[in-house]
């Protein structure tokens, strides 16, 4: 198991997507996992504990890390605790489901900052920490390829992470250090659910998608994992799509 013993970040690890990866990461017992949030105490604290109930050491770090100093002072934290960071997995997000025509220059540079901005300057700051042959993860989302109603600002942010995974896989390769994206599609999450329509939306896209439902945030989780593992070794830059088929419906 690759992951064990290793030191483990996640942004956005509170809830969803994030802490479910936590909790799947945990079942290969790294050294430590640490779960980045922004709000939501509680449910950092929660993660916190059902982490430890696995045996493993856990952390949960404050930070809005959509601002460079606030993202800074995570990354100098981890290097004061722990030295070290062997995997970096970028999956805080922002979106504001409005057309592109009314997105305001504010919502843009925000939605932009904690999505795109923040896995570039994540990515270098982790690099610095990291051993040879450590991973990097980006979350995507199948708006970064289709146009999706109301979620061009979002859609346009994850595209322009998915151009970063390929670069950064380039010039991180000399070190071994695998880059990747896993690209979600449409997954049962608090965010998702603040759609006006989720319930339509959600029986909408079950209706089309071959494996007859839709994500939950342990079918992504999974696929984190994986792209953790050795026999993943030989995948390099990639954007893994895993969103049950949908997309081959066009």
């Known amino acids: 198991m690759w992951l064990r013993d290793r030191v483990v970040l996640i942004t956005g690890g509170s809830r969803g997507i994030g802490r479910a990866t936590a909790l799947r990461m945990a079942e290969e017992k790294p050294a430590h996992i640490a779960v980045v949030y922004a709000l939501d105490h509680e449910a950092a604290e929660s993660t916190v504990k059902e982490l430890e109930q696995c045996g493993i050491s856990a952390s949960a770090i404050c930070a809005d890390v959509g601002q460079e100093e606030e993202l800074r002072r995570v990354f100098d934290l981890m290097e004061e605790r722990h030295g070290r960071i062997d995997v970096f997995i970028s999956n805080a997000a922002r979106a504001s489901f409005v057309p592109l025509l009314e997105v305001s220059a504010r919502t843009w540079q925000k939605v932009g900052d904690l999505n795109t901005r923040a896995f570039l300057l994540g990515a270098q700051m982790a690099a610095k920490l990291m051993p040879d042959g450590s991973r990097i993860i980006a979350l995507s989302s199948l708006g970064s390829s289709f146009c999706l109603p109301n979620y061009g600002a979002l859609g346009a942010a994850k595209a322009a992470m998915e151009a970063l995974v390929r670069y950064l896989a380039v010039e991180l390769a000399p070190r071994n250090i695998h880059v990747n994206a896993v690209c979600g599609g449409f997954v049962d999450t608090d965010s998702t ?54 997309s081959l419906r066009g």
């Open 193 to 246: 659910r603040l759609l006006e329509n989720f319930k339509g939306v959600a029986a909408e896209v079950a209706a089309r998608t071959p494996a007859g439902r839709i994500a939950q945030p342990d079918d992504i989780a999974g696929v984190v994992l994986l792209l953790c593992r050795s026999e993943a070794n030989w995948v390099r830059g990639q954007t893994i799509v895993a969103d049950g088929g949908y």
